[in-house]
């Protein structure tokens, strides 16, 4: 019975009405074809509707028999808003419940009434006519009803600036007056949450005392047009339902009503009555309905509790017909769409990881890719988010470039130090920016290289070798073995990095960061002691030569050590009280280690550390809470790191204390005194260390290899809907080229750094507007461009020229925002909700879909396994052994393949994900259930589905 | 059609079965009617449930062709818990989902199937014999059947203990074998969850290959019996539902067998088809299900998603039918019941404030009722939850006693201070417990008499007065007149208490901790200053008397203020770097401005103060956290304030500084040196002071009143389920008393004490265990009795010798931990959320009921009035004028009522409550809804009601 009508709609969906939402317009700007899957919206533009979305209003019949008033008490697009009487305004978006016993009086009422398919009404009062004309009533009736119908509707509208809507947004031909909309109807806000399409369904219930019988009527209008003041949006109408009897029991009409609005707001429904050419079409469209609807005992569940809108809606496709002619393009939507969340799919190699078999033939085609994104790259960087984006990387940026500066500095002895820093950063990251695949990486050094580094100099100091020589070599070695794996496209092996690889290096990181943090600020409590009680730290005194004195008094007073200086009776001597500074500015000398301690900065340093990390950690959680309006929220969580170093300065500034600051150079020259800015190729090393180099270098690029291109996989993954796609040889390529730069000039070795690249592509985040009242923003994808990471470099590369401004920034701070980029990278992982499950007795765990699978012994067994390995790789990182820690990380790898003895492929697959030689071996085995009986895994819907890869939001903001 | 048949379970319930819950064991001990509406375990033990508890399980055939077996995929009890196959674990219980067509099927099933409703089997063979032998099937297919049937099933069974059931539990006979229960059955610990009399229900369903058309079977046993190892709990079976059929489509049987069971667990199906007297009876208690099933459209909600069980569920009574003998009973369990959620109808004057008429009336009253209960008030207390109440509350008096003896101290000039705060403390604490109408109070003093003492000490300053004579007469008055307000019957005025003003006080209070503890902690870093860099606290050093030299230089080098001694040249002067305490025993002398600064003292305060604040708040979160058991999670959060000073003191003790610690007097004597324990009536005052005094007295009067009776409202409200009883008069009574008495030993004045009341309160709610998995458990009371608070008192009495322990507990740990119990007190009441309101974005409020009946704007208008009134109330206590602030407290109460000139009495309702008058003037007016439709309000069930008297669970811990 279905499809026989015409399909009216068919050929103005066509026309100027296309909808495009104003997010996608950037995407244009690049090539067309999108290699992910369509988002929800284009599920919606492309699907199921190409029928115009709905707007159903339900206007109620109150005040019999007194005064009798329309009034507008529910409306519905996706959800069901209620009309809080008493309140005056409108509830959150809910999911509609209904009584069963509704939904059958509905149909009943509907089956014996009056229903018009295809009513050629232009206006309200055309329509009023039709639908009083058919009904036995008598003709005093028919003029108390027909007046009644067209009383003005009293809508609820919440109205937010004047806007003009008759005839600029819906250019139709008014010919009757009461088709014309009114004022408020205009200044409803809510038209902005409207598609340019969408068509409006007005249901009108209530008790009416001078009806004998009960009274329905469907109508379809053939052309939709606006009918007035009767919705509270002036879009045309395509649906009008009335429902109207004597007055019975309580709320049947107003429940009957929100029925037939429920029945109008399901996508299937609409689908099939829009098409209906008969009643029989209607209530067979209404009994597929009941065939679907989920039920809810009584007496277990509280009826009138309002059930929020779930974050994430069930695919409409499946319950269409399958001859309908979309039912492809849903297919593809589908499968497109599970992709995302069936990482077992994901794994099906995508065509960057896929082998030419040709030399560098992987590298040639990512330049091919990438080139044609080029121009594009620039010009999707114009756009205001990626300002705040550039402030954010930039402090994160500068941040780590001054610790690793230090830090190398101290490892090295000054052979680098934090000009070099700042310099290597800016060079390397801003080349990077230009010529990579994925121009969304930030370079920085990272923990691991920085081990290898500190390793390399311990050996070349202890065998007296030339160190800046010794590691040119060593890079030249490492940049020809990346060059190999370019050239043998080894990047397709990231295919065997799955989560457990890429969990276990992400936490040993993110450990690195908290144990820096902690260390760093330890670190200082011993620079700055705090005075114990006893602790003989009072003394200061500010001394004169005698008058009259010799040379040798000076001598005598002259002690040995501090103790002897505490305990020495120490005459006579011409003193005063004043302070160090003064004493030496009136010719004194002060005397005395009370001269040299500061108190006080320990704690106010502790104090500083705690209050950036607890106020950064703070401001990001704003972004969830309630409190201010979501522009402000979202503000202050983006810039909650940078809110946090000003609160941090502001705090130390009020204080006045002469806490630790930042040390920027000052001069542009390289810290070890001495040397240009090329390393000379041999110095005092003797010839065969140049092929001895090759050694250390073997390990160096294991470790560079698996350093990066772990970053460039979780960077790479599906679920960031990454259109320009990636490039891991090129990526290989260039850190290849930078490694030989950077050797060449005594910088430090750069490759991806996983934290702030993740913060980086979280900071351009694009995400669509909420369309209907209750819909969650859906993330559209990233703004992939070159703009930002080149800003940020480049102004890194003039932050060496800075120093004035940066030197107020104290250093317990910017370790406080260490400790929260740790933490927020640690927290984002699914390892660690495992790990929190160790601690959780059973009933009180969240019900993730692993765990409906997975027995919790072999769940605790996993994890256990990975703390092993996570500590294993520690202590190798901490221990003499720390050389051979590359092919540890690579023995993650191995660990990994070790497991499918100890778990079964399907334990895997939930836990982990599977290597590419099971998918091939066993395909699809994944997807089936593990017990014999059938569809027990069907009760898992997509929507359950947690994505497998965790999304490690690190997200510094 | 119902009731037909003659009851056999009646008989049965009032045999030895009866289940007396272990948590109403101790109310026995008392008189045995409660004034209070029956609990939840009340209801069902009253109620519905004079049928037994059902436990429901489902059994699935599986595994069909190969090797058949049954498995338990399902059981229900209140919700639903699903094997989850795959992890080989019980889901979390929760509110079963169905599809209407698998109802339907069962229906149909059903109607064709076989219908047992009296059958007589006595073991499982002869149920199996029953069920087979009436279908048409061929002997063959029987035999099949009945092998199939008596298969053992497959249980999940978690064990945990071994106990012996048979026999023991359920004194059965066992007549035949297969009826014994295997021993892991017995091991279940499900068993202890389950009430004594509960009864079982197998429902078995699966596709069967060789059966040709589907065998539906429902079978009501005449005397439930245990039925083998059909069920996971050998408990008596009473329900046995079979399903099965040729295989078709998926999972038809599975989700038919699931319908059974969610039917068989609802509590009205249960009571029909207990009574069912033939197949009508069936099909119509199936209908009437259908009836009464809340529908979820499709397409809106995810059919899979598991809803966890609701915090409260509705009551059944409302859809059962009023011609049962048990209606009466029901409705007066839904007064009872609702009595807590609708505040309006609490209003209604309880026998405590109903006025007698006769002098000292209801002093009389209160000490007839109270003397009814004083054994148990003894008895009560041996519970071991008492001891830690005790702890807690011990450690909260002390704090508070030292905290406010330092503070009166500083404001009487000394004429009070710790000691007399301890003692007095003790005393009328002690006393008060022993005599009072509601023993829970914690006396204490409190910010309101507090801020008048300092007026009072301040005007006897001003005018020369003897101060404690003076205090002693102004004692005096306000005995007397308290004693007046007591004869007079004046605490019935308490009703005119509405949250408006418990909830301005309340705020008043929790600010004044607030800012005590800010304000200590600001005058500590005032006290130990902090080193800026400049500041000369530098120079220090240990002078000598030259050995030559004479007096006058000594003299010259004796500067006349500071910043001469740091500019002065000192000239010759024989010195050492000796710290100061060396430096006195050598004989020297220390100089400089060095040698009396305390450094780091400042922030290591600030730093415990936070540590000490922020460890409690978030040890109290700990019990609605997931982790840890939940005895460990109880616990932590009980003691969080303790564990918050443990750590503090930890911390102070690890890094070793000279914090100041908290300071317990030595000597047991008065504070003022040479004054006895008894204040002399007259000392050097006139004798006309002693009618002045009564004037001061007339508004310490008015004060102590307010304080102690909003105090006692708040402690006295219904949703605490006191069933001891209030003794407004008598609690009034007792603190004039008390205020005679302290007077006289120049004693603080003691009135009732909110926020440590409700924390002791807090620490003895008796909570019953979860019954049924998915209940929570339910709120049964508080353990009333005098111990605990007199065993706290005694402690702190105890607490003046026990200097030596307490003398190592940080200050600003104390100041830390009375920060946290501000905020704790302020962040409970209703007036804070509405105040977090004004900052929401209206599409993120939560949905509380009162914004669905009240406009917003007129509840932020509501808001701001509280907020002008609060920050008025604030201004007038820190002015000269704030001597009638007891004035302003009772002006709040005329705020209110003058607030009904701008609010509506229904605004009022929702926003507040109403006053007596009104109650008296419009009737029941509040219940009815504000808009003239009907059954609007309906909407809102009674699960809905927030409470309206906000939880004001300050809950120290």
């Keep these: 019975t279905k499809m026989k009508l015409p399909d009216q709609e068919e050929s103005e969906s066509s026309n100027a009405h296309e909808n495009v939402p104003v997010e996608e ?9 999108s290699p992910d899957g369509p988002s929800d919206t284009d599920i919606r533009e492309l699907g199921i509707c190409k029928d115009p979305l709905l707007f159903i209003q339900l206007n109620e019949l109150l005040g019999w028999p007194q005064e009798l008033e329309w009034r507008e008490t529910g409306r519905w697009m996706l959800f069901e808003e209620k009309l809080e009487v008493g309140a005056g305004r409108w509830s959150a978006p809910h999911v509609p419940t209904l009584a069963l016993p509704s939904l059958q009086q509905l149909r009943s009422l509907l089956s014996q009434g009056l229903v018009l398919l295809n009513c050629p009404a232009q206006s309200l009062l055309e329509l009023v006519e039709q639908v009083i004309q058919v009904e036995s009533l008598s003709p005093e009736l028919r003029g108390q009803l027909q007046a009644l119908l067209l009383q003005r509707p009293r809508h609820h509208i919440q109205t937010r600036g004047t806007r003009p809507c008759w005839g600029s947004t819906h250019p139709r031909k008014a010919s009757h007056d009461e088709n014309v909309p009114l004022k408020e109807q205009c200044q409803n806000s809510l038209i902005q949450k409207l598609p340019p399409r969408a068509e409006a369904a007005a249901v009108l219930a209530g008790e009416l005392g001078f009806l004998a019988q009960p009274l329905g009527a469907f109508v379809r209008l053939r052309d939709p047009v606006v009918l007035g003041p009767l919705t509270e949006v002036p879009i045309p109408s395509r649906f009008f339902c009335l429902l109207l009897g004597p007055p019975t029991h309580g709320r049947g009409y107003h429940e009957m009503g929100r029925a037939a609005a429920v029945l109008l707001s399901d996508l299937q429904f609409q689908w099939s009555v829009r098409r209906a050419s008969n009643l029989q079409d209607l209530l067979a469209a209404l009994d597929a309905f009941l065939e ?3 039920v809810l005992p009584p007496g277990r569940w509280d009826s009138t509790a309002r059930i929020p809108p779930p974050k994430c809606l069930p695919f409409q496709h499946k319950r269409l017909p399958l001859q309908m002619q979309e039912a492809k393009d849903l297919f593809f939507l589908c499968r497109a769409h599970t992709e995302d969340r069936h990482s077992h799919e994901s794994h099906e190699p995508s065509p960057e990881l896929q082998r030419t078999g040709r030399l560098f033939g992987g590298l040639a085609q990512d330049v091919r890719r990438k080139a044609l994104w080029y121009p594009s790259d620039f010009l999707d960087g114009l756009h205001p988010q990626c300002f705040s984006a550039v402030l954010y990387i930039y402090l994160a940026t500068v941040t780590n470039a001054i610790t690793f500066g230090g830090l190398l500095g101290d490892a090295t002895e000054g052979a680098q130090g934090v000009l070099e820093s700042f310099l290597g950063t800016a060079l390397a990251g801003a080349a990077f920016c230009l010529m990579a695949g994925q121009p969304l ?3 920085s050094s990272t923990g691991p290289v920085l081990v290898f580094e500190r390793l390399l100099f311990s050996f070349s100091r ?3 070798l030339d160190y800046l020589p010794f590691r040119l070599w060593v890079g030249i070695w490492v940049a020809t073995f990346c060059l190999v794996l370019v050239a043998t496209e080894a990047s397709v092996l990231v295919r065997y990095f799955t989560r457990f690889t890429e969990e276990g290096f992400c936490a040993l990181i993110s450990l690195i960061f908290i144990y820096d943090a902690l260390g760093k600020m330890l670190n200082l409590t011993r620079t700055y002691p705090i005075q114990r009680p006893g602790s003989p730290a009072y003394g200061c005194f500010c001394q004169y030569p005698v008058p009259g004195g010799n040379e040798s008094q000076w001598t005598r007073t002259k002690p040995k050590d501090r103790d002897d200086l505490l305990s020495m009776d120490l005459g006579l001597v011409n003193a005063s009280l004043l302070s160090p500074p003064e004493c030496t500015q009136q010719g004194g000398h002060p005397r005395g280690p009370g001269c040299h301690t500061v108190p006080d900065i320990a704690f106010v340093s502790i104090l500083l550390f705690l209050t950036s990390f607890l106020f950064a950690m703070a401001l990001k959680h704003v972004r969830t809470s309630g409190f201010f309006p979501s522009m402000v929220r979202k503000v202050l969580s983006d810039f909650s790191s940078v809110l946090a170093i000003l609160l941090g300065c502001g705090l130390d500034a009020f204080l006045g204390l002469a806490t630790p600051k930042l040390m920027v150079p000052r001069e542009f020259k390289p810290t070890l005194p001495g040397r240009g800015w090329l390393v000379s190729p041999f110095g005092a090393n003797p010839w065969w260390l ?11 690029s294991i470790l560079i290899f698996m350093d990066q291109q772990i970053t460039a996989v979780i960077l790479n993954r599906k679920e960031y809907r990454l259109r320009k796609g990636a490039g891991f040889h090129l990526d290989l390529f260039c850190v290849a080229v930078l490694m030989l730069l950077t050797s060449v000039l ?5 490759v991806s750094a996983t934290v702030i690249s993740l913060a980086h592509m979280d900071s351009l985040r694009r995400e669509s507007r909420d369309c209907a009242p209750g819909e969650a923003p859906s993330f559209l994808g990233i703004r992939e461009q070159r703009l930002t990471g080149l800003v940020v470099f480049i102004l890194t590369g003039v932050s060496i020229f800075l120093a004035p401004v940066l030197k107020f920034i104290p250093m317990p ?30 009933k009180h765990q969240p019900d993730l879909l692993l765990l409906r699978h997975v027995p919790l012994s072999r769940v605790h067994l996993f994890t256990a396994i990975q703390l ?3 500590g294993l790789l520690w202590i190798i990182k901490s221990t003499p052994a720390a050389i051979i820690f590359p092919l540890m990380l690579l023995g993650l790898v191995g660990v990994r393949k070790a497991l499918e003895w100890v778990f079964s492929p399907q334990e895997l697959l939930w836990l982990d994900e599977l290597m590419p030689e099971e998918e091939r071996s066993t395909p699809e085995k994944g997807l089936e259930p593990e017990h014999p009986f059938s569809g027990y895994a069907s009760e898992d819907s997509e929507l359950m589905y947690q994505p497998k890869f965790p999304e490690i939001n690190i997200s510094v903001n």
């Design 25 to 33: 317009l950037d995407s244009s700007l690049g090539p067309s074809t």
């Design 292 to 294: 679907r609807v989920t």
């Design 441 to 443: 990486t930030i370079l």
């Design 462 to 464: 202890d065998y007296s």
């Design 690 to 700: 140049t092929v001895a180099a090759a050694l250390p270098a073997l390990l160096l």
């Design 746 to 750: 005594g910088l430090p070795w750069y």
């Design 813 to 842: 701070v910017l370790y406080g925002i260490f400790l929260y980029m740790g933490v927020a990278a640690l927290s984002s992982i699914q390892f660690m909700k495992r790990v929190k499950l160790l601690l959780m007795p059973a």
């Design 868 to 870: 092993a390995c996570l």
